[in-house]
């Protein structure tokens, strides 16, 4: 499963955008941290790079709750980061809580990524809890000669979670095409299990702004106000669910990066009898940014 959980990092990132001038930087560097950004985190670039960012998504009812950091050199450059995500989905005699945790880290020769995925069912009487799922992942997103992201490799071990089950070990690549301009155009994924294989199409307006991304399973959409600052990204999910996000800036700080931002879930699940309802929820999200100047 290459990075298909990746897709947090461009709910909480893709709101908050930056870019950094400095006179020891060059331009290469700026283009080539600009790209390389684009691919880990999923984000576009505005005026100045942070030193660091924290941002923080909760839902009163308790339904999300997301923590990310991440850190930069004074080019640009992503140094680490991390994000965990928890949802928690209350039903009538059980309650589901879901947690994935990415872990990225610079090398000497690309990005180290670390992923683990969770799924716990408990029983509301009994407190019982059974698991459902537990994945673990690591992979490398590689450089070329021109030190931009050209090629990812990773390796993920689904665990048996019942004892007449064994441990299911995949592999995966994902290879990253260029449009004539310089920008994303395809990030084409490949890897053992059907799911593992497919595409995703980016596109962008005029002033080289994303507006679509594209995967037969996830489209994300992005609109942009007067001031050419991103307000909103829209994303449709569909796995054995139905699940839609849109999130809404309300507050920029004076760099145009969104610092305050209102998200509306939908989940369409479907129960055993084939019957979908709908289950909503809000969320509310904080950002707080450190720059080097």
Known sequence: MPFNNKNLFIILLSLCTFQTYAAQCTAETFAKNKLNNFILLSQQTRT?????????????????????????SQ????????????KTSTGPKNVFT????????????????????????????SQKTTQLYRQTLEGMYQLNNKGFISHVVNRSIILAT???????TT???IDYVLNSSGLLARAVNKGSLAID???????????????????????????????GRELSVSKTQTYFTIEKNLITCEEWNSHGECTRANMDIMVVPVDRTGKQYVDKHKAFMTAKYEYWN
């Open 98 to 125: 879901a947690t994935n945790e990415i872990q990225l880290n610079r090398t000497e020769f690309g990005w180290r990524i670390q992923l683990d995925v969770n799924g716990v069912i408990a029983d509301n009487n």
């Open 75 to 86: 080019c640009g450059e992503l140094i680490g980061g991390s994000i965990k995500e928890v």
């Open 48 to 72: 100045e790079i942070p030193k660091s960012v924290e941002i923080t998504i909760d839902s009163p009812d308790g339904y999300l709750r997301v923590s990310a950091q991440s850190n930069f």
């Open 162 to 168: 019942k004892a007449e089950d064994k441990d299911k």
């Open 197 to 227: 294989n497919n595409t995703i199409v980016y596109s962008y307006d005029g002033n080289d702004r994303l507006i679509k991304t594209q995967s037969p399973s996830t489209i994300e959409e992005y609109a942009y106000d007067n001031e």
């Open 171 to 173: 592999v995966g690549t």
